[in-house]
């Protein structure tokens, strides 16, 4: 898959930065998109594209365990957080909702804002078209694959008890 970064090189992005809490009373991606990185960036949702990716530094999805933030983001045209490291809840969420997170050493210092950057699951490698680098990525488990490509932890039991 092919996208576009963009790079937020800081640690610890929290999910009250990726859908301030004030927005929790919504539940609909789209509702939820319009929201999705504003006090962070406030331009954010005008800047991305359907199948682009955020880069980011250590310990993004930090905070609060909140479904929310997966689907703001998935609601925005985001197809995968690619970060130096997750908070385990956020990248368990990531999982469950059928969202792909990977983690990637030190590509929040490698990456930049507008870089095209395609990802190739099955080898676990991440080329940076736009410069011609290529860097690798935690290997994403099996069973976590599975209920990606399920569409998420729900599809993935309803496909299991057919």
């Known amino acids: 898959m092919k996208g576009y970064a963009h790079v937020y090189d800081r640690k610890h992005i929290n999910t009250d930065e ?5 927005y929790l ?9 319009k929201h999705a990185m504003e006090d962070l960036d406030g331009d954010f949702i ?7 990716f955020i880069v980011a530094g250590e310990d993004f999805g930090c905070g609060s365990s909140r479904e929310h ?6 609601g925005s045209g985001i197809k995968a957080v690619i970060a130096d490291t997750f908070a385990r809840i956020f ?11 990977i983690e990637s050493k030190d590509i929040s210092k490698k990456v930049r ?3 095209e950057l395609e990802i190739a699951l ?11 680098e290529e860097y690798t990525f935690l290997p994403i488990p099996a069973f976590a694959r599975k209920i ?5 932890l729900i599809n993935y039991i309803k496909n299991e008890a057919k």
């Open 148 to 152: 990606i490509l399920a569409g998420g």
């Open 113 to 115: 804002t507008g870089d």
């Open 18 to 22: 990726i859908i301030p809490a004030r």
């Open 91 to 101: 990248y368990r969420n990531c999982i469950n909702n059928g969202f792909l997170a």
């Open 69 to 74: 933030a997966v689907w703001a983001l998935r």
């Open 122 to 132: 099955e080898s676990g490698t991440l080329k940076n078209l736009t410069n011609g």
């Open 25 to 33: 009373n919504m539940d609909k991606e789209a509702d939820l998109a």
């Open 46 to 52: 005008n800047k991305v594209k359907q199948g682009d």
